[in-house]
DNA sequence: CAAATTCCCGACTAGGCCCA
DNA sequence: TGGGCCTAGTCGGGAATTTG
């Protein structure tokens, strides 16, 4: 009996099939059968079952598997010792967010995050929040940023966004004489529903304000088309500040008179609660936004 | 509609290669 | 030399398709 049947047993319960655990462990089919049957010829017993449908563990088989991942489990504890004790850190980081934050929250964290840990390897992935909720509930992801009205005990506080309003240059809010305008003003206006991928946008905003918009004439995910669709004066918009064009030819810009914050918060998956990337991610986050609280930054991380 | 055929997937065996 | 892994070939069963 050797750690790589016991790691072929546990890939074939984890997958239910051994040619999905051949997949996961880098193997062909057969090698993860041979591996399989050469552990139950030793222990004397089957411990998978084998059927046209996949395979699964008998009931001696989840007796023999808890003790398997309780070796495996060892394993990576020593692993971790003594990558810890000759000074490597390896491991890898898969974070998903929608493409706003990448441009506004993240930089500055990622760029620190590589500087201090350059043996991690970070993959970023672009999503909408209800595909980053299914990929961390899958495990798809180790940690996802997402976009919440308030803060829960499993979220970790990121950062925060103001709402703003844009309006075509030549329409009668922009050309008044005001500093600021109330979303519910504009919930009559023909307007422009800019989402960005997050359920959370002037729509939503509306509705819990109890005004809701009445006059939604077009849809659009990326908050650039909202930008030239009110350049052309087809209707107003309401936008995360931080998403702004640096060129606001033909549009104007004014602060919203409601107070309306989109509130970020990094949500780690659960089955990457042990891993040391994403704790030294959170960590590393949460040393950003006390340094940032501390020096009365208005907003944490922006 | 039921039986026959074909296709596809998953698993196993045999034989051979590589490397410590 | 033996263990670990690979490829090629084979088998069995379910699903889909064809045929009478």
């Not at 422009?192 to 959370?200: D, K, R, V």
Request: glycine fraction near 6%.
């Amino acid at each position: 009996m050797n750690l790589s049947q016991i790691r072929v047993l546990v890939a074939v319960s984890d997958t239910g099939s051994l040619t999905a655990a051949a997949q996961r462990l880098g193997l062909s089919q057969s090698g993860v059968s041979q591996a399989l049957a050469a552990l139950e010829t030793h222990l004397g017993v089957m411990l998978i079952s084998r059927t046209q449908r996949g395979a699964e563990a008998t009931a001696i088989g989840d007796e023999v598997l808890a003790e398997a991942r309780d070796v495996l489990a060892s394993l990576d504890r020593i692993k971790r010792a003594t990558d810890l004790a000759r000074g490597v850190e390896q491991g890898r980081l898969r974070l998903a967010a929608f493409p706003s934050v990448f441009h506004t929250l993240l930089p500055p964290l990622l760029r620190r995050f590589q500087e201090l840990h350059p043996g991690i390897e970070v993959v970023t992935l672009e999503a909408s929040d209800t595909e980053i909720e299914a990929w961390l509930a899958a495990g798809t992801v180790d940690l996802g940023v997402t976009a919440v009205e308030s803060y829960s005990a499993t979220q970790f506080p990121l950062g925060q966004d103001d709402w703003v309003a844009v309006l075509p240059s030549g329409h009668a809010i922009a050309t008044a004489p005001i500093h600021s305008v109330s979303l519910a003003r504009l919930s009559n206006e023909p307007f422009i529903l800019a989402t960005g991928g997050c359920t959370i946008h002037a729509g939503s905003l509306a509705e819990t304000l109890g005004c809701g918009l009445q006059d939604v004439r077009m849809e659009v995910r990326d908050w650039i088309s909202s930008f030239a669709l009110v350049r052309e004066g087809l209707g107003v918009t309401v936008v995360p500040e931080p998403t702004l064009p640096s060129d606001r030819r033909g549009i104007r810009v004014l602060p919203l008179k409601e107070d309306l914050h989109r509130y970020f918060a990094l949500k780690p998956s659960f089955l990457a609660q042990n891993n040391p990337a994403v704790s030294a991610f959170l960590n590393l986050a949460r040393s950003q936004v006390q340094m940032l609280q501390t020096s009365n930054s208005e907003k944490l991380l922006v």
